[in-house]
């Protein structure tokens, strides 16, 4: 028989403290977040930032554990204390409304700028003004599958940590570099001084993303900045990029959603710079 939960009320001390995660205050003075579900707790335990392990604690239900008791186990391998408790328990810490029965609590992750920079990176997203924390995460996630170098959110976006951000990168927050809260003016300086292109993606730009990839103007180094979901980027950030670059609209859609342009953009780049003449081998080196 099974033994009984470690932790069977939600009024506990303990689960109250971890509950608290969900507000930014209390993440940042902490410096921890929650980390949901199978796929999130798997990349955190695979994770450190410098000698720390990023996940220090996981909380699972009995029947989660035994389901995936290969992840409990390496959380434990890997130095997480690992405690049970009952479905109430894990609901109180959840913020779905189907939770899986997996909760990591785990270290910041994020990196100063400057080491971002030192990394020589050919391929980064930059985030202004990005306030919608599942838009985030999406494209946290699109630049970690074409394969960009590091993510930026500059200090008007929204909290890498918030938990639907979390979620919406599925995993890729552990994945990739991300430095956050660094002023856009500094980002665009810091990256062009870096030797990297400065792109702002806009949808009023003079620039169109065809023209840039047929005259053979996105093999090198570049960052894409992207802006706000509702009114895009402000002119002071459009006039701080080396160009103003648009996904062109070949059909009759009024727009495309910031997600859905960062994939191109970022895939764009990733194809040109993969390419005969790019700055990334086509061959493993």
Not at 116 to 145: F, M, Q, S, Y
Request: net charge neutral.
């Amino acid at each position: 028989m099974a033994a009984a939960p470690e932790l069977t009320s939600p009024r506990s001390s303990r689960v109250a403290a971890v509950r608290r995660l969900a507000r930014r205050n209390t993440r940042g003075r902490e410096r921890r977040f929650l980390a949901e579900g199978p796929q999130a707790v798997r990349e955190a335990i695979g994770h450190r930032n410098g000698d720390e392990p990023t996940l220090t604690e996981l909380f699972t239900t009995l029947e989660a554990a035994e389901r995936h008791a290969d992840i409990v186990a390496a959380a434990r391998d890997a130095g997480a204390r690992i405690r049970t408790a009952t479905d109430e328990v894990i609901a109180e810490l959840s913020q779905t409304v189907t939770p899986q029965g997996l909760i990591g609590v785990c270290r910041f992750l994020d990196l100063p700028f400057d080491r971002v920079l030192a990394a020589r990176p050919r391929l980064v997203a930059v985030l202004a003004h990005v306030r919608d924390p599942g838009n985030a995460g999406t494209v946290l996630r699109c630049a970690d599958a074409a394969g960009a170098d590091a993510v930026v959110l500059t200090d008007a976006s929204v909290d890498l940590y918030n938990p639907k951000a979390v979620r919406a990168s599925v995993g890729s927050i552990f994945h990739l570099p991300v430095a956050v809260g660094v002023p856009v003016e500094r980002a665009v300086t810091g990256l062009r001084e870096a030797g990297v292109r400065v792109l702002a993606a806009d949808g009023a730009g003079e620039r169109d993303l065809d023209t840039e990839l047929d005259e053979g103007r996105m093999g090198g180094p570049t960052a894409w900045v992207f802006g706000n979901e509702a009114w895009g980027l402000p002119e002071e950030t459009r006039a701080l990029a080396d160009e103003v670059v648009r996904v062109p609209i070949h059909g009759r859609a009024e727009s495309l959603n910031l997600a859905t342009a960062a994939a191109v953009c970022l895939y764009a780049s990733a194809r040109a710079q993969r390419a005969v003449g790019g700055c990334r081998s086509v061959t493993p080196s």
